[in-house]
């Protein structure tokens, strides 16, 4: 008996021997060892296929073996032939190069369009910038009906963007979704960034998120600029006008294992002298500047785990205009020729913080640090300006329900300026010469729900924030934006609520400093209130390859406090002097 026992244990030992050897099996990678997912493996003399698995891992079980070639192909790498003398395990590498051609699929689309979000946005992409390439990003609404570009000082060359008709101070102006362009930023900033950096750019008009402060009073406007996803490996463009102007601009993108690179370079060079219409005064600024942008990322915020964006900003530049013959470093602060100076520096830091611990919840910190340091003279007026400007914001998001979102978090600004104000020995003095502080520290706690019924026809967004102005006065900024889908061609907006600023006269209001005028404060600028409603009705139809789209708005605005400049006709030392007062309406 115990025979037939060892009898049919050996032939069990032979027989899972036999097996062992008729199972072929393996792992592929690359050039720099990474596991190549989905590789195809074919036996050749017994017609057999295999996938890689996730771990770069294939298997086949043979029932009987014959000495043949094993092929390994993976697309944009060199294919492998191995011949096999016997069943086995191989780790097979193969060599990047053999990539296939690429096969293309493009459509001309739109330059500009209206986004299906619940908030009215018009969305700015790269195929409108493309007509304003070498400019900067306030020659990127050269174009557009909805923006106004208003230049604010004709000397210097800088400008505003008006929604509504109302002054620029009332848009929240944002670079990759951070209220940023405020206080001395507002009037150089737009400058600053050249249409190169920018992916799209997204304007709303009237009421908006709560999410990224208070300051949106008639609008905002929010300037995304190039990622690694939607940014060329490799531009470069130049520019050259009649006057001698030239700009240049530069971008690159690379990645290097799970970082990404985003850079780009923007050069301006100033243009000749010209009075073509014979005033005595230069027809352009010359304006040297040189700017550049960084991004850095890893993972993706719409993937579980951490992600985050870094991006770094930094801009010197100096703008001279006034009359043919000024030259600043001889005529600055003097009566011998009339003309404005500005030299300036401006680095700031963005960076964005995510973390999802499933597909519905996650919790992100966004925040930037900005200083901007300033020299300028204005005829006989010197004016030198420093601030600090930082900004946090700690947000929890959850899906709630099919298709529901609730929002909530607190925020944090911190705003500290220095501006200082001083006439030369040659001028009348004026009342307003001093050293002027501006410290707002404005903490914030906000939360935001959006709510979508009936199908998604009817979308709402209502939301709350309180913010503590001054020190000591919280202000609640409640509003309310709604969407009714009539029919697939018809759509209904409305939106409703308040908005609330801190005021800054001298950086905000450059035509203070430059009209050489005396200012009289007639009151203490406290923060400015608004209460915006506003209706949108919207039609888009498609036939083919034709598009039209037609829609109609109405906004009003009512302000609580509102700081106006007022010139008088009363003389004052021998100027018309500037009032400053609130008023209501």
Not at 103 to 124: F, S, W, Y
Not at 221 to 245: D, H, P, Q, R
Not at 549 to 573: A, C, K, M, P
């Amino acid at each position: 008996m115990k025979k037939w026992f060892y009898f049919i244990g050996i032939q069990l030992i032979l027989v899972n021997l036999n097996y062992s050897q008729l199972t072929i099996d393996g792992h592929i990678s690359g050039t720099n060892n990474e596991k190549l997912v989905g590789a195809t493996v074919y036996l050749v003399n017994q017609n057999l296929t295999a996938v890689t698995d996730n771990d770069g891992h294939f298997s086949m079980s043979l029932q009987t073996f014959k000495p043949g070639s094993l092929i390994v192909t993976y697309v944009g790498y060199v294919s492998d032939t191995t011949y096999l003398m016997e069943p086995g395990h191989f780790d097979i590498a193969l060599k990047e190069g053999a990539a296939l051609s690429e096969l293309q699929v493009t459509a001309r689309g739109v330059g500009t369009g209206i986004d299906k979000g619940i908030a009215k946005i018009e969305t700015i992409n790269q195929l409108e910038l493309t007509k304003d390439a070498c400019c900067d990003l306030a020659g990127c609404f050269n174009t557009q009906g909805s923006v106004q570009v208003n230049t604010t000082n004709v000397l210097t060359n800088t400008k505003e963007l008006r929604l509504l008709g109302f002054s620029g101070v009332y848009n929240q102006l944002m670079i990759d979704g951070m209220p940023m362009l405020m206080g001395n930023a507002f009037t150089y900033g737009l400058g600053h960034l050249s249409g190169t950096f920018v992916d799209q750019i997204m304007v709303a008009k009237g009421t908006t998120s709560v999410l990224q402060g208070s300051e949106a009073l008639t609008g905002q406007i929010n300037i995304m600029l190039k990622k690694y996803a939607n940014s060329e490996a490799v531009l470069f463009n130049s520019y050259l006008n009649t006057m001698g102007e030239m700009q240049l601009n530069a971008n690159i993108s690379f990645q290097q294992g799970p970082f990404k690179f985003t850079q780009g370079i923007h050069f301006v060079t100033p243009n000749h002298r010209q009075d073509i219409d014979g005033d005595g005064f230069m027809d352009m600024a010359q304006i040297n500047r040189f700017s550049m942008y960084q991004t850095l990322e890893t993972g993706d915020v719409r993937e579980k785990g951490y992600s985050t964006l870094s991006t770094f900003l930094f801009t010197r530049e100096k703008r001279t205009g006034g009359m043919m013959g000024y030259k600043p470093e001889l005529h600055a602060g003097t009566r011998l020729s009339y003309g404005q100076n500005i030299e300036l520096s401006q680095p700031s830091i963005l960076s964005k913080h995510y973390y999802r611990w499933n597909t519905r919840q996650g919790i992100g910190a966004y925040g930037f640090l900005q200083l901007h340091n300033q020299e300028s003279w204005f005829g006989l007026m010197q004016y030198n300006a420093k601030m600090w400007h930082g900004w946090v914001n700690l947000q929890f998001e959850s899906m709630w329900g099919k298709e529901n979102l609730f929002k909530a978090g607190l925020s944090y600004r911190h705003l500290h300026s220095e501006e200082r104000i001083q006439w030369s020995k040659e001028s009348d003095q004026r009342n307003f010469a001093g050293l002027y502080h501006i410290a707002d520290y404005i903490p914030g706690i906000f939360a935001e729900n959006t709510l979508n019924l009936w199908d998604n026809r009817i979308s709402m967004i209502t939301g709350l924030r309180v913010d503590r102005f001054n020190g000591n006065e919280w202000i609640p900024t409640p509003r309310v934006l709604v969407k009714y889908l009539i029919n697939p061609e018809w759509t209904l907006r409305l939106s409703g609520g308040r908005g609330v600023r801190a005021v800054r006269i001298f950086s905000e209001y450059p035509t203070i400093i430059a009209s050489n005028r005396n200012v009289v404060f007639e009151q203490t600028p406290r923060a400015e209130q608004s209460w915006n409603t506003g209706v949108s009705l919207n039609f888009a139809k498609q036939w083919g390859d034709w598009n039209l789209n037609l829609g109609g708005d109405l906004y009003w605005t009512h302000f609580e406090n509102q700081v106006f400049l007022i010139s008088t006709l009363i003389r004052h030392r021998f100027l018309f002097p500037i009032r400053l007062i609130s008023l209501k309406g």
